[in-house]
Nanobody, 124 residues
Framework: VQLQASGGGLVQAGGSLRLSCATS????????LGWFRQAPGKEREFVAA????????RYADSVKDRFTISRDNAKNTVYLQMSSLKPEDTAVYYC??????????????????WGQGTLVTVSS
């Protein structure tokens, strides 16, 4: 299973970006997916997660009402739409996949496969 994240870049505070994560493997809709981020000198933290069907979603409090996670099961792709970006959102963003799909998952050790990360830099 491979995950390829893209869409990062440099944006001004208040701006928007959309991250994408294309995945390989079969039966994409069977698996929950998530986004995490890691800022310099900090631990990797949970951002958002979505169940296999897309019917259950969870966000970290720090991004709620600003970020939107979605998935296109026909394209084997998960997205993270980020709006009203703040300098504190600057981090490397990672997508990840579980080996289960009936719910969403918020802990790093619940994910079995990880993408390589894409850097998001928000300038003030």
């Amino acid at each position: 299973v491979q995950l390829q994240a893209s869409g990062g870049g440099l944006v001004q505070a208040g701006g928007s970006l959309r991250l994408s994560c294309a995945t390989s493997g079969r039966t994409f809709s069977n698996y929950a997916l998530g986004w995490f981020r890691q800022a310099p000198g900090k631990e990797r933290e949970f951002v958002a997660a979505i169940s296999g069907s897309g019917g259950q979603i969870r966000y970290a409090d720090s991004v709620k009402d600003r970020f939107t996670i979605s998935r296109d099961n026909a394209k084997n792709t998960v997205y993270l739409q980020m709006s009203s970006l703040k300098p504190e959102d600057t981090a490397v963003y990672y997508c990840a996949r579980t080996s289960s799909g009936s719910y969403y998952y918020t802990r790093r050790n619940e994910y079995d496969y990880w993408g390589q990360g894409t850097l998001v830099t928000v300038s003030s």
